[in-house]
């Protein structure tokens, strides 16, 4: 069993591994999204993971041009390789993130202050081409009291399969000041203030969703 013990992005071992073991069909979005980028890459253009952690999924990504991650973990980031250029930087230091076709962006949002989330998006539409793509995952609260209990309950539920009750709790604690969730309508009117007017819901497993933005 994987430790959760002083959970930190920069120390955290098998970090993919455990992604999976805490994100229900983590594989499945995964999967979806390299089917989905085939639609947006092109020649002329970047795809930028924004959070790329270990650059997995944007290894995974069918395409032959340039790719960007963006992260400002050390321990995590590769080093760059073939088409991929790994760069160690905070979102919200760079007013653009290039000529892209597909933006990703998993689970990262949340880890930023709510204040600094509207102009990061701006910056991901403004960089985007137009026809171009902006995939966002996120954790999300439930509008209901009463849906809140039962997702984040069975979401404890699954993480027991891999992890212990107290390595639960403490993550839960350890995250309380890292990690602030929004709603599901709260991101989606962010989106729309960035310009944002085509999206759909793709991909939910519990309080868990990933929404397809099109430019």
């Given at each position: 069993?994987?430790?959760?013990?002083?959970?930190?992005?920069?120390t955290?071992?098998?970090?993919?591994?455990?992604?999976a073991?805490?994100?229900p069909?983590?594989?499945?979005?995964?999967?979806?999204?390299?089917?989905?980028?085939?639609?947006?890459?092109?020649?002329?253009?970047?795809?930028?993971?924004?959070?790329?952690?270990?650059?997995k999924?944007?290894?995974?990504?069918?395409?032959?041009?340039?790719?960007?991650?963006?992260?400002?973990?050390?321990?995590?980031?590769?080093e760059?390789?073939?088409?991929i250029?790994?760069?160690?930087?905070?979102?919200?230091s760079?007013?653009?993130?290039?000529?892209?076709?597909?933006?990703?962006?998993l689970?990262?949002?949340?880890?930023?202050?709510?204040?600094?989330?509207?102009?990061?998006?701006?910056?991901?539409?403004?960089?985007?081409?137009?026809g171009?793509?902006?995939?966002?995952?996120?954790?999300?609260?439930?509008?209901?009291?009463?849906?809140?209990?039962?997702?984040?309950?069975?979401?404890?539920?699954?993480?027991?399969r891999?992890?212990?009750?107290?390595q639960?709790?403490?993550?839960?604690?350890?995250?309380?000041?890292?990690?602030?969730?929004?709603?599901?309508?709260r991101?989606?009117?962010?989106?729309?203030?960035?310009?944002?007017?085509?999206?759909?819901?793709?991909?939910?497993?519990?309080?868990?969703?990933?929404?397809?933005?099109?430019?």
């Amino acid at each position: 069993m994987s430790s959760t013990n002083n959970f930190s992005f920069d120390t955290i071992q098998n970090f993919d591994e455990h992604i999976a073991q805490s994100i229900p069909n983590y594989d499945l979005l995964a999967t979806a999204i390299c089917d989905l980028s085939t639609f947006f890459v092109r020649e002329d253009t970047r795809v930028v993971d924004l959070g790329c952690s270990t650059g997995k999924l944007l290894e995974r990504i069918p395409f032959a041009g340039e790719k960007v991650g963006i992260d400002v973990s050390t321990n995590l980031l590769p080093e760059s390789h073939d088409n991929i250029l790994y760069v160690r930087k905070d979102i919200r230091s760079l007013n653009t993130f290039g000529n892209c076709g597909l933006v990703l962006s998993l689970f990262t949002l949340q880890f930023i202050p709510y204040e600094d989330r509207p102009a990061v998006l701006s910056t991901i539409y403004e960089s985007l081409v137009e026809g171009g793509a902006f995939i966002w995952a996120e954790k999300v609260q439930e509008e209901s009291g009463e849906l809140e209990s039962i997702m984040n309950n069975a979401h404890w539920d699954y993480k027991r399969r891999s992890f212990s009750a107290q390595q639960i709790l403490d993550k839960e604690r350890d995250l309380r000041s890292m990690m602030k969730v929004n709603s599901s309508m709260r991101n989606q009117v962010m989106a729309e203030n960035a310009g944002f007017t085509v999206g759909t819901l793709f991909w939910k497993f519990f309080n868990f969703e990933a929404w397809l933005y099109i430019k």
